[in-house]
């Protein structure tokens, strides 16, 4: 399966907050980069892509849709317990970061989140606090390509939410679903437990009827910070249980039943790829570089 892509500013639109709407001058840059500064403060949070006509998938569901592994697995849950035992036993080091960090050896998440910096797949996508972190990643890598027909081939996109009114942390798992859990009696007895570290808790966050999208490092209580790339980065990871929509679809899902005007709760800056030279001046003058964003990956 080849993974859609946009086609249009327009059908962006469709889909975040100005999505449709282009940075194409260094002074436009300029006079709204402070905006996105201070959204920093206001609980938001970044992701930095460098082309604007990708979809948020995570490196999972790449793998799970390219390869077509719904015929070989029951379900995306299967193949992502697939891709953590296979991690385990290819990196005879993963407990180090355990250790390390004091965190539990049986917490799942924790693995996930050493997957992503290990270059495995998994269901999560990153995005960080420092909105210019996202500006970085954004134009790394980042090429125009004048001949293309598309015109978001030359544009970089930033998206950014409110963790106020979008993320779902896991200190808040037990209250917010513990009904829903208790319904459908995936806790019983013994296994009556909310911690991260209980193999029935991490099972029931693929079996949501509304898929959810969750931060699954800035809760100290379920510590997921345990290699250099999440701390130099000041990342957080967004849990996505669905294994065919990207973020910004399971977002729309999540919000179907808003009431009131009609609501998308990403937002996306498409800034185009010309200003790489002037960006990238902005962002040495801040002290955002590789040096300091990508000090070297590792478990601790």
Known sequence: MILPQYVSLEEKQNHFQTGGSVINLATQFDAVIPKLISHSRNKFVFRGVNEAKYKLYNSAQRKFLQNDLAVKFESYKEFIYSEMNLFKLENNNWKNA?????????????????????GSPAPCIDFTTNPLISLYFAFKNSEINEGSINVLDNYVSIYFLCTEHFLIPFHNFGNVYREALLSRNIFKGENHSLSLNNYKAFEAMFLFDNPMLYDITIDPEYATINNKSILSQNGILLLNPNGNAPVEDTAQYIFRNHTGEPWLPIQCWNINKALKKHVNHFLDLSGVNEKTVEPGAGFT
């Open 98 to 118: 355990y250790v390390y960090s004091g965190i539990n050896i049986d917490n799942h998440l924790a693995l996930l989140s050493l997957m992503q910096h290990r």
